[in-house]
């Protein structure tokens, strides 16, 4: 599976962004999907998840209730609505795809997309 993020870019606090994770390769609709982030100088941390059959999603708890993760199958893509950011979201943000659980470890994902860039301004 290829994936494929986008929709990142420069944007004020209490803004909002959505991002999209493309697919190819293969369906997703059997793979578990992810966000994780990677701020300068940080570890790469999870954002969200969402399972492949029922649709359950997780949530950090720093996310909650801003951010929402949905995916679409027909469409072999998986989104990340971003609502009231704030500057410490800025960050490299990350889609992941695996096939046996929705963790959030990095390890447990086999397969990364490149990453898109979000910076929010105060």
């Known amino acids: 599976v290829q994936l494929q993020a986008s929709g990142g870019g420069l944007v004020q606090a209490g803004g909002s962004l959505r991002l999209s994770c493309a697919a190819s390769g293969r369906s997703i609709s059997t793979y578990h999907m992810a966000w994780f982030r990677q701020a300068p100088g940080k570890e790469r941390e999870f954002v969200a998840g969402i399972s492949w059959s029922v649709g359950t999603t997780y949530y950090a708890n720093f996310v909650k209730g801003r951010f929402t993760i949905s995916r679409d199958n027909a469409k072999n893509a998986v989104y990340l609505q971003m609502n009231s950011l704030k500057p410490e979201d800025t960050a490299v943000y990350y889609c992941?795809?695996?096939?046996?659980?929705?963790?959030?470890?990095?390890?447990?994902?086999?397969?990364w997309g490149q990453g898109t860039q979000v910076t929010v301004s105060s």
């Open positions: 992941a795809a695996n096939s046996l659980v929705v963790a959030p470890f990095e390890r447990e994902y086999d397969y």
